[in-house]
Structures are given as structure tokens and as C-alpha cells.
């Protein structure tokens, strides 16, 4: 994830190893969270409503993703 913030590697490089739905949602949530970064409010509710979709409703992201959605109501 930090190759990934860094710039080191690509979304597609991180999706190779993300080979759990729990390390899918993590890496999905990175990405919205990059999105919004970049005032991409869209791509980012985009990576978050993915999180909702395929992640554990017990990992710390599901959670976090859901509140991010809230707030910018997507």
C-alpha cells in the first residue's frame, strides 16, 4: 500500500496481490481515499461504494468507507 501512495506501483500491481476480499477492501479504500486527495469526489465514492460491496462488514475500511460515503453523501 505505501509502493502504492508512493507511486511505486500501479492500482493493477496491487490488485495482482490483493487475493482476499479483505485486502481487495483495503486496497479499494487507499484508492478512494487518493481519489479524494485529488478533489475526485466521484472516482472516490466510486472505490468506496466498492469497499461496501465486496468487503467484510467487520473490517475497520467497510466502516470507514460507509462514513466517508455519508459524509460526502454518495
Do not use: C, K
Not at 500500500?1 to 481487495?24: H, K, N, S
Not at 472516482?43 to 475500511?61: F, H, M, Q, S, Y
Amino acid at each position: 500500500m505505501f509502493a502504492l501512495l508512493e507511486g511505486g506501483i500501479t492500482a493493477d500491481e496491487v490488485f495482482a496481490e490483493a487475493t482476499t476480499p479483505g485486502r481487495r477492501s483495503e486496497a479499494l479504500f487507499v484508492q478512494g481515499v487518493m481519489a479524494a486527495s485529488r478533489g475526485d469526489q466521484s472516482e472516490a465514492a466510486t472505490r468506496w461504494n466498492e469497499v461496501v460491496a465486496v468487503g467484510p462488514a467487520d473490517l475497520i475500511e467497510y466502516a470507514a468507507a460507509r462514513n466517508e460515503l455519508q459524509r460526502i453523501r454518495f
